[in-house]
């Protein structure tokens, strides 16, 4: 069983910065991918950034690369979201997530991965 404890989230300005946590209990398979995902009132929950693991590859989602940057301390079985220049559209509930055993490929699909954390709401004023 793995769970997942979203933290940091709160209420800034356009341009601001805010810094996600997700903190990791449980097996995680060390070759494995984990995801922050986003999902606003009355739309689909989507992939905003994925790292493997086991080899650091990073991957995100158009509207955040540049902004954006996910990275993990597997010493503290944290993940993080770091974000910056942040835009009112990035205003969201987060989650972060571990990849499925039947994990394909599609790292931005909310259908990959099968625990979630609780999510940590972000809200961007303009």
């Known amino acids: 069983q793995v769970q997942l404890v979203e933290s940091g989230g709160g209420s800034v300005q356009a341009g601001g910065s805010l810094r996600l946590s997700c903190a990791a209990s449980g097996y995680i398979y060390s070759n494995y991918y984990m995801g922050w995902f986003r999902q606003a009132p009355g739309k689909e929950r989507d992939g905003v950034a994925a790292?493997?693991?086991?080899?650091?590859?990073?991957y995100y989602a158009d509207s955040v690369k540049g902004r954006f940057t996910i990275s993990r301390d597997n010493a503290k079985n944290t993940l993080y979201l770091q974000m910056n220049s942040l835009k009112p559209e990035d205003t969201a509930m987060y989650y972060c997530?571990?990849?499925?055993?039947?994990?394909?490929?599609?790292?931005?699909?909310?259908?990959?991965?099968?625990?979630w954390g609780q999510g940590t709401q972000v809200t961007v004023s303009s």
């Open positions: 790292i493997y693991i086991g080899g650091g590859s990073t």
């Open positions: 997530a571990t990849a499925a055993p039947w994990y394909g490929g599609r790292w931005y699909s909310a259908v990959e991965y099968n625990y």
